[in-house]
């Protein structure tokens, strides 16, 4: 069940090494939005400082979900969707195999974009440490609850719109808490309670989503 | 083994099938005629357990399959329209992935053996995007030699996009799975040539209901 699960994970981050350019435009529509908020809003130091955790947060989830296109839409065109569910293994090790790629490909590299960014808005040290952690714990829940979109909306037409007005209500607890944390520390507080709630709502959709995703994935194969 | 009991399949407004019912016993093999439309694919996605019939159900060893998903699966191999290869992936590399997620461990060697059956061991390093239809139904017949213990094979239209050397190849397959006690189910389109003792099944469609 192991090695099904790494064979997953592996054949899915081979996948997005031989398409770079679809993984790298993620990244790129990450930083281009970050980027533009500023020049919207004026260079304003502590307007910056305000709205950056908020701005990275918004762009983060805005990220994740162009991304989910890419999540099981070409192993279902392609019918490598179905040999998984028939390879003896329970889907939901398939699933989260996927799953788990598709974060090591969209949220950690945008964790990791966060550092230079918070400089970008002039954060200051603590609270660009709380963005990390906070992005860290909270993108894992961006990528399990739009999985469950993704299932939910594989084979219809204009799935991706619907995409989006399925997952983004879902991830409002995870946006707020995401940019309260990094509000507490800059407040001078403890960001431990928001960071723990994240945490929680990451474990909560590990726990929950597999199962939904594979019931819908299931009826998509219909 | 296999068991098809009364299943009724309802495609849209259509009933393709009612109380279809089927039984096949190691070293059988069931060949399913129609004409386009006549449910042939989804008759074979039912006994795959991709789709749920309307009524009726599917055992194997005597279970239901929808309960024994993981156990069913471990023993099936699956041919259907769509291949399931990545166009990104090098054959090889296919073929190696296909029996990992299963849970096994395929030598490149043993890989290469597997490929070589289908005439296709000059191509284990291209990317299957560089293939030609043919190539890639031939990748994806490979699951039938790759050394994983499916007893039972489901093959839907195998012979689509072949050439005559290789329809030779997948008949000399079918034969030796059948001489292990295997159970083959396929459709074809074209004349097949398979042993005497393989039964046909006619599926005719039923008008609108």
């Not at chain 2, 309307?54 to 191999?77: C, F, H, N, P």
């Not at chain 2, 041919?79 to 997620?101: M, P, Q, S």
Request: aromatic share 6%.
């Amino acid at each position: 069940m192991s090695s099904a699960l790494l064979a997953v994970i592996r054949r899915d981050l081979l996948l997005a090494l031989r398409q770079r350019s679809d993984v790298v435009n993620v990244l790129l529509f990450f930083l281009v939005v970050v980027t533009i908020v500023p020049l919207g809003v004026g260079p304003e130091r502590n307007v910056l400082r305000m709205i950056g955790a908020g701005t990275v947060w918004v762009a983060a989830l805005l990220a994740s979900i162009i991304s989910l296109a890419r999540m099981f839409a070409q192993d279902y065109a392609d019918g490598s969707l179905e040999q998984m569910f028939l390879a003896g293994q329970p889907g939901s090790v398939i699933v989260i195999g996927k799953i788990l790629a598709h974060w090591l490909v969209t949220g950690a590299p945008i964790t990791l974009a966060a550092v230079p960014i918070s400089v970008m808005f002039d954060l200051g040290v603590e609270p660009t440490g709380t963005l990390v952690a906070a992005l860290a714990l909270g993108t894992p829940a961006l990528s399990l609850l739009g999985a469950v979109g993704a299932a939910l909306t594989l084979g219809l037409r204009g799935g991706g719109v619907l995409v989006t007005l399925l997952v983004l209500p879902l991830t409002v607890p995870v946006l707020i808490f995401g940019a309260g944390a990094v509000d507490a520390t800059a407040g001078g507080l403890s960001a431990a309670a928001d960071l723990l709630l994240l945490g929680g709502l990451s474990l909560a959709a590990a726990a929950l989503a597999p199962w939904a995703i594979v019931a819908a994935l299931r009826i998509s194969l219909e | 083994m296999l068991q098809a009991i009364d299943l009724e399949c309802v495609r849209g407004e259509r009933c393709l099938f009612q109380g279809l019912g089927l039984e096949l016993s190691p070293g059988q093999c069931l060949h399913i005629a129609g004409d386009n439309g006549a449910g042939k694919t989804s008759l074979l996605r039912i006994l795959a357990g991709l789709l749920t019939p309307t009524r009726g159900q599917v055992r194997w060893k005597g279970s239901d399959i929808t309960r024994t998903r993981e156990e069913y699966g471990s023993e099936l191999a699956f041919v259907g329209h769509l291949n399931g290869i990545k166009d990104d992936l090098t054959v090889l590399e296919n073929v190696r992935f296909e029996a990992a997620v299963r849970g096994l461990v395929l030598p490149e060697g043993q890989a290469r053996e597997a490929l070589a059956r289908l005439g296709l061991e000059d191509f284990e390093d291209v990317a299957v995007r560089y293939l030609s239809q043919g190539q890639k139904r031939r990748v994806a017949l490979t699951r039938l030699c790759a050394p994983v213990p499916a007893r039972l094979w489901i093959l839907d239209e195998p012979f689509n996009a072949l050439d005559a050397r290789t329809v030779e190849r997948v008949y000399a397959l079918v034969e030796q799975h059948l001489a292990a006690d295997g159970i083959v189910v396929l459709t074809a389109h074209q004349k097949v040539d398979l042993p005497s003792s393989a039964r046909r099944l006619d599926l005719f469609g039923w008008p609108l209901a």
